[in-house]
């Protein structure tokens, strides 16, 4: 019994770890910061975009400015004097293509699962939520002066076939353990994770195949949520858990990697 809980608890933090972050908020910035890059959106449409729900996003930690904490139109200024790309990271432990040096940010972007790159100035978010209350989360960006980003192309169309491939695979393997019964006792969350889709944080004419494969990853990272809610997920011995974190863990990482070429679609 001890070792079954164990087992839960290794695979629960396991699984977390590649699908950690539900809401991005690097995501929607990059997409909009490339939008506005090429001409296509206005300044304050990035920021309005970037901020949500959310409180007004500030910056702390640009050298530029005497002030400890600036305004994020800041750090987008900075991004289009550097006149490179900007692009979302999101780097787990086993996997940080596409994260440059130095090691600071590095680690700051690795414990918060998301990041936004561009020259060689680096962004991580920490978002502090206030629930159960209604007040606004409020989002710092701390910046890090950064080592030029080293490329990680993957276009939208091999990570759509990726995408694919990995339901197809991950479904069979759930099947075969016979550990998907879970399924039944989330019907209505699973309806509404669906959903998820369907409200895409994304400038206008943004291409087309990018977003139907953001609107289908964020449809699977709500799913892969609730999955990861419980550890165990219909499961009833350690060899079931193990087999229900190998149809998994591909498909977190899949659908991490969709998020990534969907949202940086702009840029290449």
Do not use: C
């Not at 087992?7 to 690097?26: F, H, I, Y």
């Not at 020259?119 to 629930?131: E, F, K, M, N, R």
């Not at 011995?237 to 087999?243: F, K, L, Q, V, W």
Request: hydrophobic share 45%; glycine share 8%; no cysteine.
């Amino acid at each position: 019994m001890a070792s079954e809980k164990a087992a839960e608890s290794d695979v629960g933090a396991e699984l977390t770890r590649l699908g950690r972050v539900s809401k991005l908020r690097s995501g929607p910035l990059a997409a909009w910061t490339s939008a506005w890059l090429a001409g296509t959106t206005s300044i304050d449409q990035v920021i309005d975009a970037a901020s949500g729900d959310d409180a007004p996003h500030q910056v702390g930690g640009l050298a530029e400015f005497d002030a400890e904490l600036v305004p994020l139109r800041d750090a987008l200024v900075a991004w289009r004097r550097s006149g490179q790309p900007v692009r979302l990271v999101l780097p787990v432990a086993g996997d940080v293509r596409g994260l440059p040096g130095p090691a600071d940010f590095r680690s700051t972007a690795l414990e918060a699962g998301e990041a936004v790159s561009g020259g060689t100035l680096g962004l991580v978010p920490q978002v502090i939520d206030y629930a159960p209350s209604s007040a606004p989360s409020t989002v710092l960006w701390q910046a890090f002066r950064t080592e030029p980003p080293p490329d990680d192309y993957q276009s939208v169309g091999d990570a759509q076939y990726e995408l694919t491939q990995v339901i197809r695979d991950s479904a069979s393997m759930l099947s075969a353990a016979d550990v998907a019964g879970w399924i039944d006792d989330i019907a209505d969350e699973l309806h509404d994770a669906r959903r998820a889709g369907e409200h895409l944080n994304l400038p206008p004419r943004f291409p087309s195949r990018a977003v139907a494969l953001v609107a289908q990853a964020e449809r699977l990272q709500a799913v892969l949520d609730l999955a990861f809610r419980d550890p165990t997920g219909g499961a009833i011995d350690r060899t079931g858990i193990a087999a229900r974190a190998e149809g998994l863990r591909p498909l977190a990482a899949a659908v991490r990697r969709a998020r990534l070429a969907g949202y940086n679609a702009l840029t290449y």
